[in-house]
Each structure stands twice: as structure tokens, then as C-alpha cells.
């Protein structure tokens, strides 16, 4: 949890949120960042604020400097998240991590993927391609995520193909990280006792994940990824960020992941779940 009330600098949280992209493996080692003109055009941000952030990540040991190329990405040792032995539980275990739109649920999830070899399995990379065309044949623009006819008829449906390729893998022995919002899936007791139960059938364990952060830090990412589907957010922000609840959480046992700037590096977080993990499992 933070150690303080004071606010983070825009600096802070663009550092943050370029460090969630090199633990997600989104950035990789040795590949060179876009200039800081680039870089203050696609945060918006001042060139001052971009060096700041910068300065932050190459004391951190993120990123270093080099004459001709810039900056470029580094992982040091003490970044790197390959364990010594990939983890391979007895019983495979499916980790359900969700979020509000915005949070970073998918660079925790990935993180931890990168951190245990287990498969990685994104709602949007396996669902957008069916659901956008099928929200096009029914008349509604494929960034509708709003609509009853997007709740009712095809939000159940992208969350059956997501549960399908689960069940594909535990079915193998193959753990699973499975990333979405599950904001209705996680107050809902009888999905909750569905999923467990389904875990069982196959002897396989759920942990569910909740990543939280705060309003600022959600409005930065969701303007930076600059997804269509987030224009309903974005142009009216004030009305939409007043009907979420900061204070969510899953109705059931679970795990809160903080992805602030003063929050521990998802890494950090991560290689503590493995721990508990490998506790769990005995090894």
C-alpha cells in the first residue's frame, strides 16, 4: 500500500506504466524507445515530464542511455523474471484476473506469465475478432461495448470461448492465466461455485486476482492505449468514473494486485503470488 497521501507526479506514473510494458514483455531487452518528442506526443505529456520519467526508469535500471541509439530497454538481473525451473504445479491451477477497463489486469497477467511459462489467455485477443463483426451485422459499431444487445447477446458469448479454451488446457495438465473484467462474473456466487467446481473436475486449483488502481492512474492508461472501444469512457469521464466502485472486489477468497506508481513493481507482486503458490503446492 502506498506509504503516503501525496500524489504521484505525472512522471511517476508514466515511469510506472513503461515499466509495466518491460515486465509484461511488451517492451523487450534492447529495444530502442521512440524520442522524447515521440514519447511526449504519445503520453501527451511535456518533453520535461518524458525526461523526468526517463531519469526515473534508468535509475530503476529499466532503461539505459546510449549515444547513437537513445534509449533503449534493459532487463538486469534483478528484472529478470524467468525462474530457475518453470513452475509446474502437481495440479494445474487457472488464475482469474480482473479489473476495471484501464487498471493494468493485462500487464499483471502477463507478467506472471512471463514469470511461470503457463498460457496466457486474453478475452479481447480471443473474442474481438468473432464479436466486432457480429456487432456489425446486428447494426452497432464494433467498439460498442455499452448496448443491451452487447450484454445480452454476445458479452455471455466472449466469455464462453474464453472458459472453452480453459478447459482445453487444464484438461492437458497445462496451467492457465486467464485475464477479463469479470466485474459481473466475480459478484456472481453462482458462476464463482461453477468455475471452482469445474476446476475440481479436472484437479485443478482457481485463484482469483483482483487489480485495482486509482482513477488518475486508470484515465492514463485508457487515453494512452487509445482503443476504440474506450471513446464511451473517455468523452464522457467524470459520469462514467463516478459509477465505478474503487472498493470492488471479488466474492470470494482472492488477491489484490495495486498497480500505482507507489504501489510495488508488478513483478514484485507476481513472484510474491508464485511464492504463495508454490507453498500451496509444496514445493
Same mark, same amino acid.
Given at each position: %500500500?502506498?506509504?503516503?497521501? *501525496? &500524489?504521484?507526479?505525472?512522471? *511517476?506514473?508514466?515511469?510506472?506504466?513503461?515499466?509495466?510494458?518491460?515486465?509484461?514483455?511488451?517492451?523487450?531487452?534492447? $529495444?530502442?524507445?521512440?524520442?522524447?518528442?515521440?514519447?511526449? &506526443?504519445?503520453?501527451?505529456?511535456?518533453?520535461?515530464?518524458?525526461?523526468?520519467?526517463?531519469?526515473?526508469?534508468?535509475?530503476?535500471?529499466?532503461?539505459?542511455? $546510449?549515444?547513437?541509439?537513445?534509449?533503449?530497454?534493459?532487463?538486469?538481473?534483478?528484472?529478470?523474471?524467468?525462474?530457475?525451473?518453470?513452475?509446474?504445479?502437481?495440479?494445474?491451477?487457472?488464475?482469474?484476473?480482473?479489473?476495471?477497463?484501464?487498471?493494468? &489486469?493485462?500487464?499483471? *497477467?502477463?507478467?506472471?506469465?512471463?514469470?511461470?511459462?503457463?498460457? /496466457?489467455?486474453?478475452?479481447?485477443?480471443?473474442?474481438?475478432?468473432?464479436?466486432?463483426?457480429?456487432?456489425?451485422?446486428?447494426?452497432?459499431?464494433?467498439?460498442?461495448?455499452?448496448?443491451?444487445?452487447?450484454?445480452?447477446?454476445?458479452?455471455?458469448?466472449?466469455?464462453?470461448?474464453?472458459?472453452?479454451?480453459?478447459?482445453?488446457?487444464?484438461?492437458?495438465?497445462?496451467?492457465?492465466?486467464?485475464?477479463?473484467?469479470?466485474?459481473?462474473?466475480?459478484?456472481?456466487?453462482?458462476?464463482?461455485?461453477?468455475?471452482?467446481?469445474?476446476?475440481?473436475? =479436472?484437479? *485443478?486449483?482457481?485463484? /482469483?486476482?483482483?487489480?485495482?488502481?486509482?482513477?488518475?492512474?486508470?484515465? %492514463? =492508461?485508457?487515453?494512452?492505449?487509445?482503443?476504440?472501444?474506450?471513446?464511451?469512457?473517455?468523452?464522457?469521464?467524470?459520469?462514467?468514473?463516478?459509477?465505478?466502485?474503487?472498493?470492488?472486489?471479488?466474492?470470494?477468497?482472492?488477491?489484490?494486485?495495486?498497480?500505482?506508481?507507489?504501489?510495488?513493481?508488478?513483478?514484485?507482486?507476481? $513472484?510474491?503470488?508464485?511464492?504463495? /503458490?508454490?507453498?500451496?503446492?509444496?514445493?
Amino acid at each position: %500500500m502506498p506509504a503516503s497521501d *501525496a &500524489k504521484p507526479t505525472a512522471p *511517476a506514473r508514466i515511469a510506472q506504466a513503461i515499466r509495466n510494458d518491460i515486465e509484461a514483455g511488451r517492451l523487450r531487452d534492447g $529495444q530502442r524507445l521512440p524520442s522524447t518528442r515521440e514519447l511526449a &506526443k504519445e503520453w501527451q505529456a511535456s518533453q520535461r515530464t518524458i525526461s523526468d520519467a526517463m531519469d526515473l526508469l534508468v535509475k530503476e535500471g529499466y532503461v539505459a542511455t $546510449q549515444n547513437r541509439s537513445g534509449r533503449i530497454v534493459t532487463t538486469p538481473t534483478s528484472v529478470t523474471l524467468a525462474l530457475s525451473s518453470p513452475l509446474r504445479p502437481i495440479r494445474p491451477r487457472i488464475v482469474y484476473v480482473g479489473g476495471f477497463p484501464g487498471s493494468g &489486469k493485462s500487464e499483471f *497477467a502477463r507478467t506472471l506469465a512471463r514469470a511461470t511459462n503457463w498460457a /496466457f489467455l486474453d478475452k479481447d485477443t480471443i473474442a474481438r475478432p468473432l464479436i466486432e463483426p457480429a456487432l456489425e451485422d446486428l447494426g452497432h459499431s464494433v467498439n460498442d461495448r455499452e448496448s443491451d444487445i452487447y450484454f445480452d447477446r454476445l458479452r455471455p458469448r466472449e466469455y464462453e470461448a474464453l472458459e472453452g479454451v480453459i478447459n482445453d488446457n487444464i484438461a492437458v495438465g497445462t496451467s492457465v492465466i486467464a485475464t477479463a473484467p469479470y466485474i459481473r462474473e466475480f459478484t456472481n456466487r453462482a458462476w464463482l461455485d461453477r468455475v471452482t467446481a469445474r476446476g475440481e473436475t =479436472y484437479d *485443478a486449483d482457481c485463484t /482469483f486476482v483482483w487489480v485495482r488502481c486509482s482513477l488518475d492512474t486508470m484515465l %492514463m =492508461y485508457l487515453k494512452r492505449r487509445g482503443a476504440g472501444r474506450d471513446n464511451g469512457k473517455l468523452a464522457d469521464w467524470d459520469h462514467y468514473s463516478a459509477g465505478l466502485d474503487l472498493d470492488f472486489r471479488p466474492e470470494t477468497e482472492h488477491v489484490v494486485i495495486d498497480n500505482d506508481p507507489d504501489s510495488p513493481p508488478l513483478r514484485t507482486q507476481a $513472484q510474491q503470488l508464485i511464492e504463495s /503458490f508454490r507453498r500451496d503446492s509444496g514445493q
